[in-house]
T-cell receptor, first 115, second 116 residues
Framework: AQSVTQLGSHVSVSEGALVLLRCNYS??????LFWYVQYPNQGLQLLLK??????LVKGINGFEAEFKKSETSFHLTKPSAHMSDAAEYFC?????????????FGQGTTLQVKP | NAGVMQNPRHLVRRRGQEARLRCSPM?????VYWYRQLPEEGLKFMVY????????ESGMPKERFSAEFPKEGPSILRIQQVVRGDSAAYFC??????????????FGPGTRLTVL
């Protein structure tokens, strides 16, 4: 079984500051890991994904995440926050051995960017 | 290439009525997933369908909920005799046949159901 825990339901940073959103996963098989962003009243947009290739994954809008098996983590970072990054962020896991590909989501983290 | 389309975007129903949510996948996609997002929560998997087949319905409530993905036309999520607890955002995602061992899912804008 898989599960995802996102530490911190709300994160607030100043514009230009480092963004760090935390995600820990639990999986009995090698996982696929994803970060999605959701803007108000919209659907989810894929930021980046880990599918057992490079452990440091670069995504859109300057975001990246590092898969750390020893820590069962997949934290999302961005060196410098922009006002347009304010949104809700979801970490998700899918079992690599699954024949359905269903995603298990964390509770989400709301990112606030202050001017 | 149009994205995943869902309609209606907003749906208001009174308790006891039926709700029908539609999802048109991206062109060339034959897999559809439905997820539900309750207020202040993450998305929860409901059901996974391929054309004319339900593959995994482990997240569907046992009663009042059903889903289909016919050979022609959109996927339908049907909720009978709605209750206030059904108020949520319902998202559809579609994917092409699995590549590289996983199904990349593309999400629609969601249908926000309000039960009065």
């Amino acid at each position: 079984a898989q599960s995802v825990t996102q530490l911190g339901s709300h994160v607030s940073v100043s514009e230009g500051a480092l963004v760090l959103l935390r995600c820990n996963y639990s999986s009995s098989v090698p996982p696929y890991l994803f970060w999605y962003v959701q803007y108000p009243n919209q659907g989810l947009q894929l930021l980046l994904k880990y599918t057992s290739a490079a452990t440091l994954v670069k995504g859109i809008n300057g975001f990246e995440a590092e898969f750390k098996k020893s820590e069962t983590s997949f934290h999302l970072t961005k060196p410098s926050a922009h006002m347009s990054d304010a949104a809700e962020y979801f970490c998700a896991v899918s079992a690599s051995s699954s024949n359905t590909g269903k995603l298990i989501f964390g509770q989400g983290t709301t990112l606030q960017v202050k001017p | 290439n149009a994205g995943v389309m869902q309609n209606p975007r907003h749906l208001v129903r009174r308790r006891g009525q039926e709700a029908r949510l539609r999802c048109s996948p991206m062109k060339g996609h034959s897999h559809v997933y439905w997820y539900r997002q309750l207020p202040e929560e993450g998305l929860k998997f409901m059901v996974y369908l391929q054309k004319e087949n339900i593959i995994d319905e482990s997240g569907m409530p046992k009663e009042r909920f059903s889903a289909e993905f016919p050979k022609e036309g959109p996927s339908i999520l049907r909720i009978q005799q709605v209750v206030r607890g059904d108020s949520a955002a319902y998202f559809c995602a579609s994917s092409p046949p699995a590549t590289g061992g996983y199904n990349e899912q593309f999400f629609g804008p969601g249908t926000r159901l309000t039960v009065l």
